[in-house]
């Protein structure tokens, strides 16, 4: 077993039926992490959020907050739900950091800003050694996007959907969205990501 290997996911905005599913598909081929990128909810829809976090907690996934999220949290629209679902979700981290990795929903910072900024407003404020990698949902269509001297070049999506990072550079990666069927894998031993579709999805993920 890959002990490395990472589960990602975002965006399934209170679609408990999709968030299972991608679950399973990440287990499925041997993800031991599995992080939920945000958006967990839709802030139209928070009553979603006690299945949510239920399933979350029960399959040991972290997560961080999503712009939906903090609406949620911030807005006080938390009326009907468990008072364990709203400690959880007050409790979820911005950003979550190992090494040169950074997983957040938009941004890597700590604000509530860091939930919905576009890639263009922060890549000048990256550190080149903490934000190395960054793992993101918030926009929901898949992207790798390579940074080259403060400059980032978009690089084409194979149709096998996995995309092999160079060693030494920087990445910001977009995992698209659970809610349009799209999750990723990334594994540190070989250093790529692999976009994948959910199983039993209708459409076209990529």
Known sequence: MNKSLTGLLADTHSNNRLLEKAIVKLRSLGAVK??????????????????????LKENNVSAVLGNNDYIVIADSLTEGLKKETIDYMKALPYTIRSGGLTFTHSSPFEWPAATRRPIGEF???????????????????PSVVEVKEGIPHEMQIPATGTVV???????????GAAGNGTIALF?????????????GFQGSPL
């Open 123 to 141: 890549i000048h404020s990256l550190h080149p050694e903490k934000h190395r990698l960054i793992f993101r949902g918030h926009s929901h269509t």
């Open 34 to 55: 599995i992080i939920h990128l945000g958006d967990i909810c839709d802030s139209l829809d928070p009553g979603a959020l006690d299945g949510a976090v239920r399933i």
């Open 165 to 175: 990072l160079g060693q030494d550079l920087r990445y910001i990666i977009t995992v």
């Open 187 to 199: 594994d540190p031993a070989k250093n790529e990501v692999r976009f994948l579709a959910i199983q």
